[in-house]
């Protein structure tokens, strides 16, 4: 694809990487090599990346994730699991009442290890798939207090992200608008949570819909992040979805960087 030049200093926050221990057999599913060459190409100059999917613990592929990063401009969030199950029915209740965390759930002393090596600067959560981690883990989250980024949609609604995560202090970045796959209305319900919680924050990844992302930019400049999606979407692709809204340059250049900046301060310049 031809490289993009729009001016804009870019960051992305939501990019994945696949460790060389592990690599899938598809050609550059998520390697860094392909990653960084994308991302020059789209005009970005970091990212945050983490691990896909994986059974059991993820120390092993957080630690490959973060040597992957040496030397690259890209930093590197350690992906967290847990016992609990993010549903919020009876069958989910009753579920987590039996519950307890094992030797491959991240500890409290996982979270510690990770928030003072000097090789991570935050934390990955996918509840649908991994678990939801139990209180003693979010309370040292909130203990060290670096940024979640969190996937959001129908395994795990606005709702549930609130009722689960928004009461402890840390900054959360609730990934796709809240709306995986393409929920427009998560999307909406995501948006009105941003006037209560302000330790929440959307990224872009894979949202698609201009008029949930114009809604939120407008509504909330400080609260709407960059996030590509690499590798299931192409970095330029991502770029231009923000490039072609209709809102005001300064927005946009607070959606590429300003508000990634603050809330992740390894992106800042």
Do not use: C, W
């Not at 847990?82 to 500890?107: M, Q, V, W």
């Not at 090789?119 to 209180?135: I, N, Q, S, V």
């Not at 400049?221 to 960059?226: A, G, S, T, Y």
């Amino acid at each position: 694809m031809l490289e993009l030049e729009h001016g804009f200093r870019v960051v992305d926050v939501h990019a994945r990487l696949e460790p060389d221990e592990q690599r899938r057999a598809r050609d550059g599913m998520g390697d860094p090599e392909q990653l960084e060459r994308e991302m020059h190409q789209a005009g970005v100059v970091r990212s945050v990346v983490f691990p896909g999917e994986r059974d059991g613990s993820y120390l092993k592929a957080n630690n490959a994730v973060a040597r992957m990063t040496v030397e690259r401009p890209m930093i590197a969030f350690a992906r967290v699991n847990g016992a609990r199950d993010p549903g919020t029915g009876p069958g989910s209740t009753l579920r987590n009442l039996a519950s307890s965390r094992t030797e491959e759930h991240t500890s409290p002393a996982d979270i510690e290890q990770y928030a003072y090596d000097d090789r991570f600067y935050g934390f990955k959560l996918h509840p649908p798939t991994d678990g939801l981690p139990d209180e003693d883990v979010l309370a040292e989250l909130e203990s060290v207090s670096l940024p979640v980024i969190v996937h959001g949609g129908e395994g795990f609604q606005p709702e549930a992200v609130a009722e689960s995560l928004l009461a402890y202090d840390f900054p959360v970045i609730l990934s796709h608008f809240g709306a995986h796959p393409l929920r427009k209305d998560l999307m909406e319900r995501a948006i009105d949570l941003l006037e209560g919680h302000d330790n929440l924050y959307l990224d872009t990844s894979a949202v698609r819909y201009r008029g949930p992302m114009e809604r939120a930019v407008l509504e909330h400049p400080d609260r709407v992040l960059f996030g590509s999606g690499v590798p299931g979407v192409h970095p330029n692709v991502a770029v231009m979805e923000i490039l072609t809204l209709d809102v005001p340059e300064d927005a946009m250049r607070k959606v590429f960087s300003n508000n990634p900046n603050r809330v992740i301060e390894a992106l800042a310049p």
